[in-house]
């Protein structure tokens, strides 16, 4: 967790951690306005299952074709399959 003085966008409240190292503070939000606005977690979530993207990507590392994540990715130019991932991890 990452501690900090930052602001909630939504209530004004006070953030004083967060489980990310925010990039910039626009848009940050508490929890409970976190909630309020995915809809208090989807059903994907209540379940334990997880929300997969599908997509036509390439492993920067192998070139291997990845074609579903578990996030959606902003940036693709050094997006790594798993095992390569793993390997980078050591």
Sequence with gaps: MHQGNWTCSGCQGDIKELPFEPRSTEGLMCRDCHSKKSGGGSSAQSSGERKTYSGDWKCAGCR???TSLPF???DTSNLKCLD???KSKG
């Design 64 to 66: 291997n074709a990845i």
């Design 72 to 74: 959606e990715p902003r």
């Design 84 to 86: 390569c991932f793993k």
